[in-house]
């Protein structure tokens, strides 16, 4: 196969490589399920540098022609590779086949403000007068600059908080990189570090983060990147603590290896997170990325996250989308600045982050009754221990309710099985709920299994 490979390059450069493979893919001559040879072993074959054979690699890696398996190797994929092979597909039931669809993780569309009122008060929108304007609306910047963490170097506007993870993963992140990860975490990263063709390496969290700990043996591994949830953590809810902070932001400054790490802080729960706002930021300035979302406060097809930290990384960011959809949509951006300043939204919004904590609260106080201990600190998601995950999902689906497995989160075994539910959906019906999922989860609580009929469909 080497061979065969150097044979077909004419063109010695990482895009030269990159195209050569690439047509050997759709030829056949490579066919799926090969395993491609070391980027080492290729380099020297071709007499070229493996930097220029590991970028060729991760143009494949995103593309989907190719996949790297840890140190199983790297493996050609078929052509057109199901979107039920990733991790994010695995999660939710289709939400026609069941009355209670928990499994989506997404927001309580009744505790969303509404739009029209913010379209009708922005007025003009002509607020494009070049294609080489800078990405974010100046009074929006100052906004977002006011309610930052700690002081970035520069901020720019992306389309939600995984596009922001997604752009900075493949600015600072190539083929073969280790990157940490918590261990569980949002399965969307994992498939994000997948297609770079980049290594997961599991840290650990406890009640108040990640684990310093685990974080010190990660940074032993020489990572390129953190991937870290500072609040509501999505699946467990767990937000860092001030305190946690400082000690994880020393680790790192101590560690031989930390100074090189780029830490990437995906915020996604934004304003419905009952935690205050918190930041490794505000020790390592020049490493972290801080990424805002509001679409769980605001409006899922409001698309928008702001991004900051480090000029240089977040410039690159910028300057990449200049060559593809350039910025996200100022007049999208105009309805966030009104909404994030209108004293009636602001109200709204409050609101609704003390409604998502009533249902949190109301539905781990009936759970531990029933002997089931899954504290939900924040956000809108549960994380609920289970004794077989297979026969909790199926017992609940019996009852008209799905939930998420909780395989596709975890980075490597987590000792036991879990489903997470998205107690942010749950509006009524907790006590018959809590006893479902007691019953489900192999408790000492059994149910007598009726059905339930008192939550109110949840899906539109």
């Known amino acids: 196969m080497l061979q065969l490979i150097a044979s077909a390059i004419d063109d010695r450069t990482a895009r030269g490589v990159a195209a050569a493979v690439s047509r050997l893919v759709r030829t056949g001559e490579l066919p799926p399920g090969s395993r491609l040879p070391t980027v080492r072993s290729v380099a020297r074959e071709l007499g070229i540098s493996p930097t220029t054979v590991s970028e060729a690699w991760r143009s494949l890696a995103s593309a989907g022609a190719i996949q790297t398996r840890g140190r199983s190797g790297t493996f050609v994929l078929p052509p057109n590779r199901l979107r039920q092979s990733l991790r994010y597909a695995r999660l939710s039931a289709n939400p026609a086949t069941l009355p209670h669809d928990f499994s989506t993780g997404v927001p309580d569309h009744d505790l969303l403000p509404d739009l029209a009122p913010a379209l009708r008060r922005i007025g003009d929108t002509r607020l494009t007068t070049s294609y080489l304007e800078e990405p974010v609306l100046p009074r929006l910047e100052v906004v977002l600059r006011e309610r930052w963490p700690f002081p970035p170097q520069q901020l720019t506007v992306v389309d939600g908080a995984l596009d922001g993870v997604d752009r900075v993963v493949g600015a600072a992140v190539r083929l073969g990189d280790r990157v940490l990860v918590e261990n569980p975490t949002f399965p969307p990263l994992l498939d994000l570090l997948d297609t770079v063709g980049a290594v ?4 650990t969290l406890d009640n108040s983060g990640i684990e310093p700990a685990s974080l010190t043996a990660g940074l032993d591994r020489a990572p390129v990147a953190l991937l870290l949830q500072p609040r509501a953590q999505n699946p467990t809810g767990v937000s860092m603590t001030p305190q946690r902070a400082a000690e994880l932001a020393a680790v790192i400054a101590r560690h031989p290896l930390g100074r090189t790490v780029a830490v990437v802080e995906d915020d ?29 406060s605001h409006g899922p097809d409001l698309r928008l996250a702001a991004v900051g930290g480090p000029a240089a990384l977040v410039a690159s960011v910028a300057d990449r989308r200049l060559l593809g959809p350039g910025w996200s949509s100022r007049v999208l951006q105009a309805v966030l600045l009104d909404l994030l300043t209108d004293p009636a939204t602001v109200r709204f919004v409050s609101g609704a982050r003390r409604e998502y904590a009533r249902r949190r609260g109301v539905l781990t106080a009936s759970l531990s009754h029933r002997g089931v201990d899954a504290p939900t600190p924040d956000g809108i998601n549960m994380w609920i221990p289970v004794r077989d995950q297979q026969h909790a999902m199926l017992s609940l689906a019996a009852h008209g309710i799905a939930v998420a497995p909780g395989t596709p989160f975890a980075v490597s075994p987590l000792g036991g099985d879990h489903v997470r539910l998205t107690v942010g959906l749950v509006r009524d019906g907790f006590d018959d709920l809590a006893d479902l999922l ?9 149910a007598s299994g009726r059905r339930l009929r008192t939550l109110r469909r949840t899906t539109r």
């Open 200 to 203: 997961p390496v599991p840290v």
């Open 268 to 296: 996604h729960a934004g304003e419905i997170a009952s935690a205050a706002p918190v930041s490794l930021g505000e020790w390592l300035p020049d490493q972290v990325v801080h990424i805002r979302s509001y679409s769980k």
């Open 438 to 446: 007691a019953d489900a989860a192999g408790g000492p609580h059994r």
